[in-house]
């Protein structure tokens, strides 16, 4: 299978970056190594390419009423600007993918959504469109994204890209005008470090990506320290802690599932997961010893296997070996002592929150 | 680095005596990045050759480790326990494990640095 390129996809190999396939693309996995761009993002600030990601814009007089047909969080009332985070479900319950929803308008919804799940999430939305007086529009070709993060992003992003972002609460986004065309600028991220993401053409990231570099106030930084930035705040990754089987209950993020609000798809299956229980749940486990859990691996207690490693990595910012799992819930208290079978060996630990790291986003 | 045994997995081995002490090369620890952990063997443990005997792990992946000769684990470098980044800072300096070879002949079936080097280019 040949793998797509983002419109950075030069820029990475100028830069020496190592390129591996992610979610049908070729992206950075690093430039340097994970751990200084893991530390630049905590510390002051890095730039990350993610036009991988899909966009859908959802227009018409039905938008909000599709849109919270197939959403699990309640955009009703919302004002223009606001960004809210959910999923998209299955009948049964289980997640189709994990996605932000940008509202634009009272009749205009942007849909930002996983690479990997581009095809399978718009057939989806497609199909359940034609239910709805609505228009749906794959979006992903034209859009390229870049994420600023980190404490002083916003300060980069104002001075170096010049994109006055500073009133920008957390989860909410403008349009700025830049060179005859609209950017999105959103203060969102996955770092759990302040920090903004911008959707705009390929010209306009490509422009914007060597003003940071050049600037030397960025960090260029791959999906490595993408992937343990978010694990250590307990950020989910589709994939990983979410999907087609592991509901939102299941995976601890019931409260992006409003079951409050009007009929959504899987709203019965997740309604009854909340009421009766679930027979498995995402868990944090903390090991006692340096060995690495990796995605996988078996999780043991009481001499039977309970359940395995979702994504585990040694915290960059704590040391600790540390990892997420889905086990049976029986096992899911914290304190609760339980091992992680690595290179044959059983490495006893226990359960702990699945937030290794505290988040220090601006409100 | 000359004297030493290669295996096409990027282990060496430097024989003293009777005994080999096995690591990983330094183009090996170039390619792995930082080496956050390594799983060792215990002391008396036997390992064979061509077999895995630990594993070497960077932030993203743990990369097995195969012993290039067979023979009794006398030693392992607890050094690396806790600083499992002195392989990147001096790979042929910090061997991995000390071994007492049971077979010396297993030794021709290695590459010499010169035909290491022609490997990695």
Redesign the interface.
Known sequence: MSEKRTCLYDRHVALGAKMVPFGGFEMP??YT???SEHQAVRGACGVFDVSHMGEVLVTGPEAERFVQYIFTNDISGAPVGKIFYGMMLHPHGGTIDDLLVYKMGEEKFFLVINAANIDKDYAWISQQAEAFDVTTENQSDYYGQLAVQGPEAEKVTEEVLGLACQELAFYTFKLIEVEGETLIVSRTGYTGEDGFEIYGSHAYIQAAWDKLIDSGRAKPCGL?CRD?LRFEVGLPLYGDELTDEISPIMAGLGMFVKLDKAEFIGKEAVAKQKAEGVAKKIIGIELEG???P?HGYEVVADDKVIGEVTTG??S?STGK?VCMALVDAAYAKLDTPVQVR??RKLQPGKVVKKRFYDKHYKQ | MEGLYYSESHEYVRVEGEFGYVGITDYAQEQL??V??V?MPEEGDEVEAGSEF??V??????SDLLSPVSGEVVEVNAAL?DEPELINQDAFANWIIKVKLADTAELDALMDAAAYREATK
């Open positions: 996995i690093q190594d994970i751990t490595g343990t340096r060995a690495i990796r990595y040694c960059i070996s690595i290179h | 990045g930082n956050v952990y799983d630990g594993a792990e960077s932030v993203k992946a743990a326990e």
